[in-house]
């Protein structure tokens, strides 16, 4: 994926673009064809506002629809970054479309009389109080402790309410909507709202059923960890998916693909293994905590493959720092580049707390034994037993410092996944010592963490809000 300086890729700039023609289009086709009289510059100005916000609160969905080849082009951290953003900023522009209108003219109050109109009035108010719970319930979801999934369904049940909410009031309105195909084109955006989340509900698990897998083995490959591998369960190889390194997908262990529970693992196999998928899961929660405890032959479904953490396989090299499970997508890579016979030094940093957490640590020395120079691994231990003679406690600059490549180092990939704040410290260092934002790819594990770590996401947000900027100043203009 080809990044700028900010290290957020050509291909999110061009999904910002389009983004930002569809919150304007409803301002521009307004102007199109007959305009009913101006109402001064407040009310215009509210009016304006209310258009790009449901606009925004309709793309929500196509964000978090999962399409592929968008997430791999895009990546989904970025994606979900621009999502938790956007819904801010679709709030703050919510919340002024009434207190603008309302305080430009007292009368427009009667939108959220109840005495006026009840079920109006109800709507309006549901817009305005279940918007705020959407944010704060997702921002907050873990200190709340709402577990993922009824989290999951709820909020895509209330987002959904929201857009039809939106659609239905403006159409009631219908000041700028008279032509039907002013109203037809509002109708359009709502149906593709809603239809991305029939794609991410219905349809995908409705693919992933039709190429069903079943659990080959669980192995234990570490403290607390497993591998986990799944067959087709056709004789066909090619309904094992492919996948790039590094990738990541959803798995489902249960009868049907509908069920809520799935879980977003990378895939540890590497890309030339093509007869099954292989996953290396850690112990945390309800489900993970159950994982060893899965049958072979328990029925599996795979809805992926995600993300573009992938190996560059025309980089001069990779440098990897992996902390705890984080292994699995580097594990991918390193797989792959072995398999594949591919002449790349890599270097892999990886933290762990004691001996028996690292994952993989005999294949590893295998690899290391095999690949020769090739292939550079540095176990980091937090707890390290008595007698170990590498690298103690958490990962540093100095150690990353000592260990980066002296040449071209420009042309490396540098992969980092593991806790956040493992990850945030590996990204300062390489950043402090030159190394290029845009060569730079990280995943992270934690949903809820992703959205306060990183310097590209800190770049996405401040995207987010650029956009939210223009919206505003198109909406000034709208009034003018
Ligand atoms: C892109 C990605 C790749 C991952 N790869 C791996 C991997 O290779 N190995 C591994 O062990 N773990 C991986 N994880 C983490 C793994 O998905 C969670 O540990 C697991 O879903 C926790 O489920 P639980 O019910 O056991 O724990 P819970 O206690 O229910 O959840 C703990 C936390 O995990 C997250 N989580 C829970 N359920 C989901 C879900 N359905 N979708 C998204 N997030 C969820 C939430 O933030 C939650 O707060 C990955 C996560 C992501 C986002």
Not at 114 to 138: G, T
Not at 218 to 230: F, G, H, M, N, Q
Not at 250 to 263: G, M, R
Request: aromatic share 10%; charged share 15%; net charge negative.
């Amino acid at each position: 994926m080809a990044k700028g300086s900010l290290g957020i890729g050509r291909h999110l700039i061009a999904w910002a673009v389009l983004y930002l023609a569809v919150a304007l289009a409803p301002l521009f086709v307004v102007l199109v064809g007959d305009r009913p009289p101006h109402r001064g510059f407040w009310i215009e100005f509210g009016v304006a506002l209310g258009f790009v916000s449901l606009a925004m609160m309709a793309m929500q969905s196509v964000l978090t629809a999962r399409f592929s080849t968008v997430s791999t082009a895009i990546g989904q951290d970025n994606l979900l970054q621009f999502h938790r953003q956007a819904g801010i900023v679709a709030y703050a522009l919510v919340v002024g479309h009434p207190v603008v209108l309302i305080l430009a003219e007292w009368d427009n109050w009667a939108f959220l009389d109840p005495r006026a109109n009840l079920l109006r009035a109800a709507a309006l108010w549901f817009a305005l109080v279940a918007f705020p719970v959407l944010i704060l319930s997702s921002l907050w979801r873990q200190q709340l402790k709402l577990p993922y999934e009824w989290w999951r369904l709820g909020h895509g049940v209330v987002a959904v309410l929201l857009v039809v909410v939106g659609l239905v009031h403006i159409t009631r309105v219908a000041y700028y909507l008279a032509s039907p195909w002013k109203l037809g084109l509002w109708l359009l955006l709502g149906v593709a709202s809603i239809g991305c989340v029939v794609w991410v509900r219905v349809v995908s698990p409705w693919r992933a059923g039709r190429s069903p897998y079943r659990v080959e083995g669980v192995r234990p490959l570490a403290d607390r960890t497993w591998s986990v591998t799944l067959e087709p369960t056709s004789d066909d190889p090619s309904d094992v998916i492919r996948f790039r390194p590094g990738q990541f997908a959803f798995v489902t262990l249960a009868e049907s693909p509908y069920s809520l529970e799935q879980h977003p693992f990378s895939i540890a196999s590497g890309a030339e293994t093509h007869d099954r998928l292989e996953f290396a899961v850690r112990e945390l929660g309800d489900f993970t905590g159950r994982i060893g405890t899965v049958a072979p032959g328990t029925r599996a479904f795979v809805d992926g493959p995600y993300g573009a953490m992938t190996l560059s396989s025309d980089a001069a090299g990779l440098f990897a720092v992996a902390g705890g499970i984080g292994i699995t997508p580097i594990a991918s890579m390193i797989r792959t580049i072995a398999d594949a016979g591919l002449r790349m030094p890599v270097v892999l940093v990886y933290a762990n707390n004691t001996p028996e957490d690292i994952a993989f640590a005999a294949e590893l020395d295998r690899l290391a034994l095999d690949l020769g120079d090739d292939l550079v691994v540095v176990h980091v231990l937090n707890r390290p037993p008595d007698g170990w003679d590498g690298p103690t406690g958490f990962v540093t600059a100095e150690l990353l410092t000592g260990l980066l490549p002296d040449a071209d180092r420009d042309r490396w990939q540098y992969v980092l996944c593991g806790p956040p704040p493992m990850m945030e410290a590996a990204e300062n260092a390489l950043l402090d010592h030159g190394v290029p934002l845009a060569r730079i790819d990280s995943e992270r594990f934690d949903i809820g963490a992703a959205a306060a770590t990183g310097r590209r996401h800190a770049n996405v947000r401040r995207l987010v809000v650029a956009i939210g900027a223009v919206l505003l100043a198109a909406s000034v203009v709208f009034a003018l």
